[in-house]
């Protein structure tokens, strides 16, 4: 089952707030590094092209996260997740880059601005891919321990796209078995 707010405890609900909150903020700033990337050239070159789609993706990932809390179903999970994995890996790529090579980047962009003008909008995007990087590592976290929330209050799946069927009963004991339990292993499992 999906992560829904209906169904949350008082501490699940705030965390579902920081989450929703958090994917709010990477919304804000993917599309932040998208005006700043077009206002260095209105039609990017491919390597703008390319920094301009994984913001896209950022802002994809940020909209399937939403969806994932507020849905009932678990599809959208392992897509955010995949998709947040891959846009954060990228993101602190691409910010290393501008940071480490301002010069090289703004020549691959082919930017109408001036020279040093253009060094700033580009730090200021690269500052942001910097806040968008540890941004998806908190959501990435948060969605973790939803899921987990989800799964021990029993609302979870077991990998099933079915109704009823596969949904395991978690223990909230640290305890694993019982005694009884371990009687009919073999000798060497047998604590």
């Not at 995949?82 to 962009?109: E, H, Y």
């Not at 948060?142 to 009963?169: H, M, P, Q, T, W």
Request: with cysteine; proline share 2%.
């Amino acid at each position: 089952m999906g992560i829904s707010l209906q169904q949350s405890t008082t501490s699940h609900h705030h965390t579902q707030k920081i989450f929703l909150f958090s994917n709010y903020i990477l919304l804000g700033a993917a599309s932040s590094c998208v005006f700043l990337t077009l206002s260095l050239r209105l039609f990017p070159s491919l390597c703008g092209f390319f920094f301009v789609l994984l913001q896209v993706l950022t802002i994809a990932g940020a909209v399937s996260g939403c969806a994932a809390v507020s849905s009932d179903s678990g599809r959208w999970y392992g897509a955010h997740m995949v998709a947040t994995v891959l846009t954060a890996i990228f993101q602190g790529s691409v910010s290393v880059l501008i940071f480490t090579r301002t010069g090289d980047f703004l020549g691959k962009l082919k930017s109408y601005v001036r020279e040093e003008d253009a060094a700033v909008i580009l730090k200021l995007a690269g500052g942001l891919c910097v806040v968008i990087f540890c941004l998806e590592w908190v959501v990435l976290t948060l969605a973790f321990f939803l899921k987990y929330y989800a799964i021990v209050e029993g609302g979870g799946d077991n990998g099933s796209s079915g109704g009823g069927g596969g949904v395991v009963a978690v223990r909230r004991s640290a305890k694993v078995g019982q005694d009884e339990d371990l009687k009919d292993w073999p000798w060497p499992f047998q604590v």
